[in-house]
């Protein structure tokens, strides 16, 4: 089974940006996918990303959010700009559409 680590998450002002990373042990699935999950809140799909580089985006985050993968390196990202309180949550990344098998995660919080 392909275990999936992420990384890159932190503490930032709104206004702020972070890049996120996802490293897998193995090969990549064709879709990829960055969730998030708030404080309360149930996990949400933030962003996908086809092995051919063909993306899609929440409408929250649209415009601020860039997925891209590096697939010699196994490795997926999350590029967040413009960052917002209520970005604030655990990010992690799964193939679409998300399997059982999920990350620790990454907190990400953005402070007002």
């Known amino acids: 089974q392909v275990q999936l680590v992420e990384s890159g998450g932190g503490l930032v002002q709104a206004g702020g940006s972070l890049r996120l990373s996802c490293v897998a042990s193995g090969r990549m699935f064709r879709l990829m996918g960055w969730y998030r999950q708030a404080p309360g809140k149930q996990r949400e799909l933030v962003a996908t990303?086809?092995?051919?580089?063909?993306?899609n985006y929440a409408d929250s985050v649209k415009g601020r959010f860039t997925i891209s993968r590096d697939n010699a390196k196994n490795t997926v990202y999350l590029q967040m700009n413009s960052l917002k309180p209520e970005d604030t949550a655990v990010y992690f990344c799964?193939?679409?559409?998300?399997?059982?098998?999920w990350g620790q995660g990454t907190q990400v919080t953005v402070s007002s």
């Open positions: 799964n193939r679409f559409p998300a399997s059982d098998y």
């Open positions: 990303i086809t092995h051919g580089d063909s993306t």
